[in-house]
């Protein structure tokens, strides 16, 4: 079954508007959770690490201020793209990693939110 | 850089067998992961390798040459179903961060 929950699936909404991501694991603690963006027929392309009870660690080119991350417990981060426009429309993922730190255990990935801008 | 090179598609029988190639840089390497990702949906995890040689599970098998910076991904009685992307995603330095490839686009025929 599923290891780490996304939500929503699918957000469809006005340009300037912010959409909230949330990614939970299930059943585990997970003290790093990663958030990919995957643009049509690319690969997936790491934006931030999100740790929980610190800052997000952002990838170049990444803006902190229009993807907000927020990792407050251990089992909970959120991602907010801020006023949202259509080139922020692609397909948001997060993933977490069951064994804490080990390198030895695979990273498991939400279902994926599919953001789209009008 | 941390490049990651694997062939963007490749076609192959039902029933056959196939095999996706990745290199990558080797320096920093910390291990190697491929994926399955389906059309409009997320990865799913296939294999991990991080010691010389071939893991095999099922119908998958994949395999690491730390020295060559090479790994590949065999997939044996090939169904409709494997039509997917396979990404190859590779740990660098620190131990939880990975890199994806572009991953490969397999389409399976009759």
């Known amino acids: 079954g599923a290891v780490v929950s996304q939500h929503p699936s699918w957000v469809i909404c006005k340009s300037g508007t912010s959409v909230k991501i949330e990614c939970r694991s299930l059943d585990f603690q997970a003290t790093t959770m990663f958030w990919y963006r995957q643009f049509p027929k690319q690969s997936l392309m790491l934006m931030a690490t999100s740790n929980e009870g610190s800052k997000a660690t952002y990838e170049q080119g990444v803006e902190k201020d229009k993807f907000l991350i927020n990792h407050a417990s251990l089992t909970l981060s959120t991602l907010t793209v801020t006023s949202a426009h259509p080139e922020d429309s692609s397909f948001y993922i997060c993933?977490?990693?069951?064994?804490?730190?080990?390198?030895?255990?695979?990273?498991?990935f939400g279902d994926g939110t599919r953001l789209s801008i009008l | 850089g941390q490049n990651i090179d694997q062939p963007t598609e490749m076609t192959a029988t039902e029933g056959a067998i196939v095999q996706i190639n990745c290199t990558y840089q080797?320096?920093?390497?910390?291990?190697l992961f491929w994926y399955q990702q389906h059309a409009g949906e997320a990865p799913t995890f296939l294999s991990y390798n991080v010691l010389d040689g071939l893991e095999e599970k099922g119908r998958f098998s994949s395999f690491l040459s730390r020295s060559k910076g090479y790994s590949y991904l065999l997939l044996k009685e090939l169904q409709m179903k494997d039509s997917a992307s396979y990404l190859c995603a590779v740990v660098f330095g620190g131990y939880q961060k990975v890199t994806f490839g572009i991953g490969t686009k397999l389409q399976v025929i009759p």
């Open positions: 080797t320096s920093g390497f910390n291990g």
């Open positions: 993933s977490a990693n069951m064994g804490g730190g080990n390198r030895y255990q695979p990273q498991h």
